[in-house]
């Protein structure tokens, strides 16, 4: 594969207002899940000019080549966005690729997410009937510009991708590829015409989301050679990708390869795929070693199975190629237990799964949708892990772009759900709470600017739905999804009242909301929603909080929401804090709590003085648990605390993905309390650093990489407690050491 670099924003953005060519798609007949075509076209040049670009992108799924060379190391390029409203274009220096003369520009289409299946519904063809190739090839001689584009002079064909689908996989002739056919002198005549195909050419964009690459490669951690032939691979842990195989056979061997994240009875389980086939298929041409991954899917695995390899498989054929948007990291914590890194751990490879271009629920089934809901409860978490500003700034775009259109916030962004979405507590409202976290973390006002319409649309949709004393208590809410004590049939039914999370839920977007009003300086909107904070507060302690502070319900989540999102008056506090306290210990120290409670729930035991409650909710292994997944192998985050059952049996609801990152929120506590920092000012200009040990643990190490450099904590306890803590230069902390009666000012 050849690299070459993306060209400066700068130059995309004076570009695209420039991009004339036109969308082509091919004169024959095509269905969705089919073959891929290939697209070519020839072209002279008398010099190599100065500078070349290339600009691509499709509906469906574009690799591009040029001379026989493919472009970039983009993958499933152009992602998932919003596509009527924003269809994101590559734009590749490809100086280097040209010569005098004959020269080819081609690419090949798939189907993604534009035209494949996609959603539990079952629908296909979300966004087009067809799939369709745009690129235009700008040459700069410096005293003129000469421009190539998709137009009537290409033509078009079938090839080696004979189907192709992110759920269903891929399979691919290896006989049937056209060699040479990005290549000056190839035989086209057999190739067809292409069409003019319509679309609204405003919606084109530059990237701004990371790019989708092939970020690391992992080799199998055993084969398991089966009686009848079949190869069991398992590569150690559940990842997104894909599998690239190194084989020499006879022409026409089908190698099939099947993908599943755990085995059951020692064979493939592949129930979490729900109807997702997730198989992919090589056919080989039988010229000697042969290297293929496939191009327009992924999967999310831990085991694949091979069956018609030819002869034995060996370990250095076969490589795991993991696959998400190419963020940087930023934020790492490790303890002194490894049950608790294996659980960060977790965290991470749960969230990288589920970041390929859009955040994600989960990347193995017949879902993978960006659910509002999750990110939402995750991204604090998000935001600390890794530099999220381009891929959730993007979707935050879209997410406004559709809101405009449809008048809501959807469940599901980019929406390919067929019913509209009421607004709803978590979910929709992460139209909010999404900006506001990303703005704590960054400190960027413009990511406020950028949202505001959004924001407000939201607020006053829910403002216009208030009874007359403030309350938020009709229409749909997911209220405390997947509490465990819920029935695996209908996971919404939680112990807590699903308009008390709603309630608690909209007190705290409307205090974000007021703040974001006063860091934009809109002074008559600050004062309008703070009116509106204190209303709907007063609303929910008359409705649902005694004089005394016990909360209806007299649950944990009602108690930490209540709590985190100061709804209560101060003198109720103590006995909220100790009704918690009292719910934790009455469910055993076990998660009793669902989304919208469990990434509160230590917070709010801290918050009330309560740490060593918090501590043992935190290090209890029982089912559920934070760590019961750990003592059961897991190396993702699940779904349900219980997918895996302590039998070792698979939860039997059909919804029981192991690699679902919403209950990795732990992780803000995790970074607040054991790692023992937290920002006191957006984007850590002021910060506080207090770790807080318990639990049995002796030191913790944690290292954030802030907008303003890097921060470091550290502590051990031997006979004494010892913190050690680097902050960037032009930055301030508090720093509250364990133990210590005052608090020492950097």
Request: proline fraction near 6%; charged fraction near 20%.
């Amino acid at each position: 594969m050849t690299t070459h670099s993306a060209i400066p924003d700068a130059d995309a953005d004076a570009v695209s207002r420039d991009w004339s060519a036109a969308f082509i798609t091919p004169s024959f007949d095509l269905e969705a899940g089919g073959p891929a075509p290939y697209f070519r076209r020839e072209f002279s040049l008398d010099e190599v000019p100065r500078r070349a670009a290339l600009h691509v992108t499709a509906i469906g799924l574009v690799e591009p080549h040029l001379n026989g060379a493919r472009v970039g190391d983009e993958v499933l390029a152009p992602g998932w966005t919003s596509y009527r409203h924003r269809l994101q274009v590559s734009s590749i220096e490809v100086t280097e690729l040209l010569r005098p003369g004959a020269n080819v520009v081609g690419a090949i289409v798939g189907d993604g997410w534009a035209l494949g299946r996609i959603g539990y519904e079952g629908n296909s063809h979300h966004y087009a009937q067809r799939p369709a190739l745009w690129l235009q090839l700008d040459l700069d001689y410096g005293d003129r510009r000469e421009v190539i584009t998709s137009g009537p002079e290409f033509t078009a064909a079938a090839g080696a991708v004979l189907a192709n689908s992110l759920y269903d996989g891929e399979t691919y002739d290896a006989r049937l590829h056209p060699h040479g056919w990005s290549e000056p002198g190839f035989d086209a005549s057999a190739w067809s015409p292409v069409a003019e195909f319509d679309w609204d050419r405003s919606s084109l964009v530059p990237t701004t989301d990371s790019p989708i690459r092939r970020v690391e490669e992992v080799a199998p951690k055993e084969l398991m050679t089966r009686p009848d032939g079949r190869v069991i691979i398992d590569f150690g842990q559940i990842l997104t990708g894909r599998v690239r195989i190194t084989v020499s056979g006879q022409a026409g061997t089908e190698i099939t390869l099947r993908h599943a994240e755990l085995l059951t009875d020692d064979e493939l389980d592949t129930s979490t795929l729900r109807t997702a086939a997730a198989t992919d298929r090589y056919i080989l041409a039988g010229d000697g070693i042969e290297t293929w991954e496939p191009r327009f899917t992924f999967h999310g695995f831990r085991y694949a199975e091979i069956t018609g390899w030819p002869g034995t498989v060996a370990t250095e054929q076969v490589r795991a190629v993991i696959v998400h948007s190419d963020m940087r990291r930023t934020g790492w914590l490790e303890t002194s237990d490894a049950r608790l890194n294996q659980l960060y751990v977790n965290v991470v490879h749960s969230m990288r799964g589920n970041f390929v271009g859009v955040p994600t629920d989960c990347p193995q089934r017949d879902e993978r949708l960006g659910w509002t809901g999750d990110i939402n409860a995750f991204g604090p978490v998000a935001a600390f892990l890794y530099d999220v500003r381009a891929v959730l700034g993007s979707w935050l775009e879209d997410l406004a772009a559709e809101q405009a259109e449809k008048g809501f916030v959807p469940f599901v962004v980019p929406d390919v759900l067929t019913s509209p979405s009421p607004p709803t507590a978590l979910w929709g409202d992460v139209a909010v709470s999404l900006p506001w976290a990303l703005y704590r973390e960054y400190g960027d006002e413009a990511i406020l600017r950028r949202s505001y319409p959004s924001m407000t649309a939201f607020v006053r949709q829910v403002e216009a739905l208030l009874d007359e004393n403030g309350l938020w208590n009709t229409g749909f809410q997911y209220g405390d999804w997947l509490d465990p004590d819920a029935p695996a049939e209908r996971p919404s039914e939680a112990k807590t009242d699903r308009h008390l999370v709603a309630q608690a839920y909209f007190c705290k977007v409307t205090s974000e909301l007021a703040e974001t009003a006063r860091v934009l300086e809109m002074t008559e909107d600050a004062q309008h929603f703070d009116a509106l904070a204190q209303r709907v507060r007063a609303a929910f302690r008359h409705e649902y909080v005694t004089g005394s502070g016990r909360v209806v319900d007299d649950t944990a989540t009602a108690y930490a929401l209540a709590i985190m999102f100061d709804i209560l008056e101060p003198e109720q506090v103590p006995m909220a804090g100790e009704r918690l306290a009292t719910a934790v210990a009455r469910s055993g120290y076990r998660i009793s709590t669902g989304f919208a409670g469990t990434p509160h729930v230590l917070p709010a035991l801290t918050k009330t003085g309560r740490l060593e409650e918090a501590y043992l909710l935190l290090m209890e292994t029982g089912c559920p648990s934070f760590l019961y997944p750990v003592t059961m192998g897991a190396t993702t985050i699940w779904e349900r605390w219980d997918a895996i059952r302590p039998d070792g049996s698979l939860n039997p609801s059909g919804m029981t993905s192991l690699n679902h990152y919403a209950y990795g929120a732990v992780a803000d506590w995790l970074h607040h309390v054991v790692g023992g920092l937290e920002p006191v000012e957006p984007g850590y200009r002021r910060m506080r650093i207090a770790p807080r040990p318990g639990g049995g643990l002796t030191h913790a190490a944690l290292t954030h990489e802030t907008v303003h450099g890097t921060v470091t904590v550290s502590w051990r306890i031997d006979n004494d407690i010892h913190v050690e803590a680097t902050i960037p230069e032009g930055t301030r902390a508090q720093v509250e050491l364990p133990l210590h009666p005052d608090d020492l000012i950097t």
